[in-house]
């Protein structure tokens, strides 16, 4: 398996964009399966001969020749999901930041995530375009590909409201504030908030702030390694609490988390392989 992760090149994209990262797999190679956790981030996913079966809590994706190409939205998963690939996989993956996405799509995200794995074509030339790009043999020039491709469609796209609610969820001395402090704060119903969060997050914010909070501890636990059992629970009110979410976004209480993880790729990466 080749699994590489690339920061966006161009100062624009980087704005909107967190990572990219291209897996391949060989027919030859046994099947790869790992359990992904929620995100904050809008997730797009290209891959070329392949058929993916999808249930709620499975994607499991097998080599097929004689299938299009297939391109997926996943943006409001809220639990872990078992990742399976079965024969020769050549994928390209993009993480769009929070509102990110926003600014290459005619339609608010919601209009694209329609099912559990939503098929997404945003453009006429979409899929076209991402059909070439997957047959470009060098890495960095299809990234380089896919970049020119995304600043192609680049709109303006302004949330004043969200962008300012983002600003202070993500702030690490916000990750317990609870929604009506910050709704007083902002100055706008908690009504309105979650509107604009289903309209183009496609979470609610109890949910998106659930979720940064977890990836901040599984962060602290990485970045302290040495302080094991410690770290990773600081951002939380107490132990339950902490407990409980663990297990609603991963299936497993924090030191088993944490005692299967794997991060790849300079800890962009975190899966838990099976």
Partial sequence: MILKVYQP??????????CFYILEKTAAEKPLT?????????????????STFVS??????TYCPTAPIETNLVCDFNQPVLISYDGKINEI????KPLGLSAFIVHDLQHYNSGTFPDFNPHADYKGAMTAIL????????????????ISKLRPFEDPLLENVLREMLH???LNQSMTTLSRKIGRSRTTINKHFDQHICKSPSQF??????RAAIQNQ????????????????????MIRDFKKLTGFTPKVFFSKIAALERNEIKWIFI
Avoid: C, M
């Fill in 9 to 18: 090149e161009s100062p624009v994209l980087k704005r909107y964009i967190e």
């Fill in 34 to 50: 790992y359990f992904t956790f929620p995100s904050i981030y809008s997730i797009v996913t290209i891959s070329a001969e392949t």
């Fill in 56 to 61: 709620p809590d499975k994607i499991i994706t």
């Fill in 93 to 96: 993956t993009t993480y769009f």
């Fill in 135 to 150: 047959a470009i043999a060098d890495h960095q020039e299809r990234i380089r590909a896919l970049e020119a491709y995304w």
């Fill in 172 to 174: 690490t001395n916000n």
């Fill in 209 to 214: 702030k659930k979720i940064v909070r977890f």
């Fill in 222 to 241: 990485l970045d302290d390694k040495n302080n094991i059992g410690r770290s990773y629970h600081v951002d939380y009110f107490d132990q339950s609490h």
